[in-house]
């Protein structure tokens, strides 16, 4: 991603040729506005509205399913399955796309993964059983739902890492700061009107219509990715993995980059899994709680407003957390959120007695957001930034793919796990509200000690330094590094290295 200085050969035989140079400040001063450093950026990372919109209408829409069809809903397995299986489709997606945005290409990548949800949220709003059969549209709607997230799977390894290259070109000391503009504000944003728009669907169309409220809420899932699609097919590949990084044309020494970055990998994935174990749950499950507080005589609309301004809460803390990355790093920008999200939860839990009355529901919103908005602050907008600069160019697609893809497992297995926890307070409905406050901020703290201890310090220009000292690793264990980048290819199937170039002019 970042510049480099390239020497011409010498032709002195006495003269050895100068070794290649990092050069940060290369890219920063060539000619481009403001604009054509920044669209490349925004174009890969923005596609994660997707991610947030995808995940947290469902919510509102199994809600108003339940609301529609009852037992017939609620019995079959289908509540679990809709509201889950879009995770497992991610992983997939994950995993597919990763290994493409290395060994294929980051741009083209990201436009398949495009089209994919452009299709599959359309077919997801059009979901229909044979004759009308409710078993045969929840078998549909699941099915789509699962293919859709294998689209939104292709929005991390490829979008979030060619994001966080794209910010190389950025000015040094705003690139944390836009790279979670792009990505992590984006999945919030997608987050909230994922939120908004049931409530706005249900007030428009009355509860007399609600089976045109949720398929609506679904459609318009398309929106987003099309109206990013023109910009995808315009972008090219990252320069540094383009001209210097990529391993698309060798084969990729997999036992060496687990021997160098597989404990480290596994921390971050540790750390996502827990992210996402108690976000995308409590995101999933928070219009449910709603509705445990108000009234039951309160109207659909009341509870899915109420779920609008809980994630309104996302964005603050997002936004504040992107400028406090840059500040601190995002090492201890994390480390600091995530202490204070469990601590406000605990707190949460023990006053979830006089919070829960239904004349309390506003201050539940704001302690209940402010627990959400802390999240974001900390792991949520630094745990993709830590993936995406912590590996080297030629394999971070991979690398981000595995740890987005556990932190994908836990927001799966956090969906399933939440009721059983709930379901642990047994008749004791404050009990059963407090548990998965008391699980997650325990894990919170337990995933601030392992950023400490574990991760390694982020700067400016960490994705400069991790590619040279994985080329001296690689080098160090004779690898030929020259192997490398997206320009070599033609040198590499004609028989000659650059190297060996390099050699040839010296004789000559």
């Known amino acids: 991603m970042f510049g480099r200085k390239k020497t011409t050969p010498v032709v002195d035989g006495d003269s050895e040729p100068e070794p290649y140079v990092q050069n940060v400040d290369h890219l920063a001063s060539t000619p481009k506005t403001r604009w054509e450093r920044m669209w490349p950026a925004m174009a890969c990372g923005s596609g994660l509205f997707s991610d947030g919109y995808i995940n947290n209408v ?255 809460f996302y964005i603050p803390g997002a936004v504040l957390g992107s400028f406090f990355s840059d500040w601190v790093g995002p090492k201890y920008a994390l480390v600091i959120g995530v202490t204070l999200q469990g601590l406000v939860g605990f707190l949460m839990a023990g006053l979830y007695g006089v919070l829960s009355r239904p004349g309390n529901v506003a201050g539940f919103a704001v302690v209940y957001g402010f627990f959400l908005s802390l999240g974001e602050f900390g792991p949520g907008d630094n745990i993709g930034l830590i993936a995406s600069k912590t590996c080297a160019t030629g394999i971070r697609g991979q690398y981000y793919a595995v740890a987005a893809a556990i932190g994908k497992v836990g927001a799966f297995v956090g969906t399933y796990v939440f009721p059983y926890i709930e379901k642990a307070g047994g008749g004791n409905t404050v009990a059963s509200a407090q548990y998965p406050f008391y699980v997650s901020s325990a894990l919170c703290i337990f995933s601030g000690l392992i950023t400490l201890f574990f991760i390694p310090n982020i700067g400016q220009d960490t994705i400069t330094s991790e590619d040279i000292k994985f080329r001296a690793y690689l080098e160090a264990n004779g690898w030929d590094t020259s192997q490398l980048g997206l320009e070599k290819v033609d040198n590499i199937e004609g028989g000659i290295s650059p190297m060996e170039q390099q050699e040839e002019v010296h004789k000559n």
């Open 58 to 312: 469902i919510g509102s829409v199994s809600t108003i399913l339940k609301t529609l069809y009852g037992t017939a809903y609620t019995g079959s397995g289908a509540q679990a399955n809709i509201s889950a299986i879009t995770f497992a489709g991610t992983v997939l997606g994950m995993g597919i796309f990763g290994y493409t945005s290395d060994k294929f290409s980051r741009s083209h990548s990201l436009t398949i993964s495009t089209v994919i949800l452009i299709v599959f949220a359309a077919l997801g709003a059009g979901s229909y059983g044979w004759h009308g059969n409710l078993d045969g549209m929840f078998a549909a709607l699941t099915a789509y739902r699962f293919l859709v997230g294998v689209g939104i799977g292709g929005e991390y390894p490829a979008g979030s890492v060619a994001c966080s290259e794209a910010t190389g070109e950025l000015k040094s000391g705003s690139r944390n700061r836009w790279f979670i503009i792009f990505t992590n504000v984006m999945i919030d944003a997608g987050f909230v009107v994922g939120a908004f728009i049931p409530y706005l669907m249900v007030v428009i169309f009355t509860e007399k219509h609600l089976r045109a409220a949720w398929r609506v809420s679904l459609g318009l899932g398309v929106v987003p990715p099309l109206l990013l699609l023109y910009l995808r097919m315009k972008l090219k590949e990252p320069e540094e993995f383009k001209s210097r990084e990529s391993m698309k044309n060798v084969k990729i020494p997999y036992g060496l980059v687990l021997k160098y970055y597989g404990p480290r990998l596994f921390m971050v994935s540790l750390i996502w899994f827990i992210y996402d174990f108690s976000t995308y749950s409590f995101g999933i499950y928070s219009s449910a709680i709603l509705a445990n507080i108000l009234p039951k005589t309160a109207p659909l609309s009341q509870s899915f407003g109420w779920n609008t301004v809980i994630n309104l």
